[in-house]
């Protein structure tokens, strides 16, 4: 039987992470911003039990509006925490994980709609307390992550997604995966330096890159034959990614891309090695235009403009051929969305990352996408991110002495441990989701409490 839950309290907190290197994507440079951290106590069986989740608040990536301001981006994922917080406190029947989900989540969306969210932007909040739910859950029935979602301990169900039936979902998490390594794909961000990718891979032998581009088809193939010209020499057999963060206005643009890149002689192996572009067009753009010749001659896929359930089968209609996973857009969507590829043979869902921190964020994050079958994950916080910045010594310290494989100190600092280019994440497999730290030793210092606001919901 499907364990039934009610949440008792939720307590929002904030630390500002700096990164080490500029992260520039889209318009937008990020030099540092706000981690948040949720715990949540929920009530299973008369027994009460915390449980954590955390992610960065990443400025102008959920809205893109050139009239908001940094500030007021984090603003916005503030309160779409705030909100979401009162909606599941709300919430006093007992019910399974994602039956609470499937009730919030309407009433999340008009609240964040009642306040001015945008609706990627008002789906944070949902995200990122479900994964501390779910950790409270999974902490009070003594399970590992992939033992918990193999048994579907959370109710997951086709409510929210019509076009599915039960058998798929229980296909998906009956084989979901438990594997020992990951492999990382290393962001290379417009202003990185292409002469670092040499150290990247004789170093940490990374072997998959997602490369950003600026939505100028000159001036990407360019900077593409710049990478491609320090990675081809070096004799490895990489593969690479596309990501264009919304650039490509103009469709046109966007093919005479793929028709240049495909006919540059200095891009004849790295085209081969090519694995998909994606979120080329602006998100309302997506919706009216159909790929055409790209999505015929390219794979695509859709990041950003993934802001509800039903946006996979329109945007498979539309000529793409995949759809991120981010826990920072919800979980129970990226094992949704992983069912339809199930159903829709020649269509994948991809491992991408929103500088997921060292603890907490990355940790789940990883669990996840390893669960559902992604070979490779973006893992860009391991660079753009130092390591635990901002976080007590003490508490980086819990990390690396519960995920020995995950992490390594170098130089004074404990960040992702990657060799050969993979990820040992044998760790994570420890009753909660994919923490080994007790959820009462994270973020309880060096935090500030998220701002209490009234809102109407």
């Not at 009460?48 to 102008?60: C, F, H, N, Y």
């Not at 999340?108 to 990122?128: D, N």
């Not at 779910?134 to 019509?162: H, I, Q, S, W, Y």
């Not at 635990?388 to 003490?394: E, I, M, T, V």
């Amino acid at each position: 039987m499907t364990p039934t839950l009610t949440v008792k309290d939720i307590r929002l907190t904030e630390r500002h992470a700096q990164f080490a290197h500029p992260f520039r994507f889209g318009d937008v440079t990020v030099t540092g911003t706000a981690q948040a951290f949720v715990h949540v106590d929920i009530e299973v069986d008369g027994e009460r039990i915390e449980g954590a989740a955390a992610e960065l608040m990443v400025p102008k990536w959920f809205d893109k509006n050139p009239a908001l301001t940094i500030e007021g981006a984090v603003e916005q994922l503030r309160t779409s925490l705030l909100l979401a917080r009162d909606i599941y406190l709300d919430q006093k029947k007992p019910m399974s994980a994602f039956a609470l989900h499937a009730a919030v989540y309407p009433k999340q969306i008009r609240a964040g709609a009642a306040a001015g969210l945008p609706q990627l932007a008002a789906v944070f909040g949902p995200a990122e307390i479900d994964k501390a739910i779910l950790d409270a859950l999974l902490r009070a029935l003594g399970m590992d992550v992939f033992e918990g979602l193999a048994r579907n301990v959370m109710g997951l169900d086709a409510r929210l997604t019509p076009d599915l039936d039960q058998d798929a979902i229980r296909t998906v998490l009956a084989g979901g995966q438990r594997p020992d390594r990951i492999a990382v794909r290393h962001t290379v961000g417009m202003v990185d330096p292409a002469q670092t990718l040499d150290a990247v891979v004789r170093e940490q032998g990374c072997r998959y890159f997602k490369i950003k581009l600026r939505g100028d088809p000159e001036r990407d193939i360019a900077r593409l034959e710049e990478l491609a010209a320090v990675l081809d020499p070096l004799g490895v057999d990489y593969r690479a990614t596309l990501d264009a963060n919304e650039q490509y206005a103009d469709p046109a643009q966007l093919l005479k891309l793929v028709e240049m890149l495909q006919a540059a002689p200095r891009l004849a192996a790295f085209q081969q090695r090519m694995l998909y572009i994606e979120q080329p067009l602006p998100r309302e753009l997506t919706w009216k235009t159909p790929l055409g010749a790209v999505g015929e001659r390219v794979n695509v896929i859709i990041d950003e403009a993934d802001d509800g359930y039903d946006t996979f089968p329109r945007a498979l209609a539309l000529g793409y051929r995949g759809i991120s996973s981010k826990c920072c857009k919800g979980l129970y969507k990226s094992i949704l969305n992983t069912a339809r590829t199930r159903v829709h043979p020649g269509t994948f869902i991809s491992a991408e990352d929103l500088t997921s921190q060292a603890g907490l964020a990355v940790q789940q994050d990883t669990a996840l996408v390893a669960f559902l079958g992604c070979t490779h994950v973006e893992r860009n916080g391991h660079h753009y991110g130092d390591g635990f910045d901002g976080a007590p010594r003490a508490e980086g310290e819990a990390f690396l002495a519960a995920h020995p494989d995950f992490y390594r100190e170098r130089n004074g600092s404990i960040r992702l441990h990657i060799e050969d280019g993979m990820l040992a994440i044998g760790s994570l497999a420890v009753p909660g989701f994919a923490c080994g730290v007790p959820p009462e030793a994270i973020a309880q210092t060096s935090v500030t409490d998220i701002k209490t606001q009234e809102f109407t919901t």
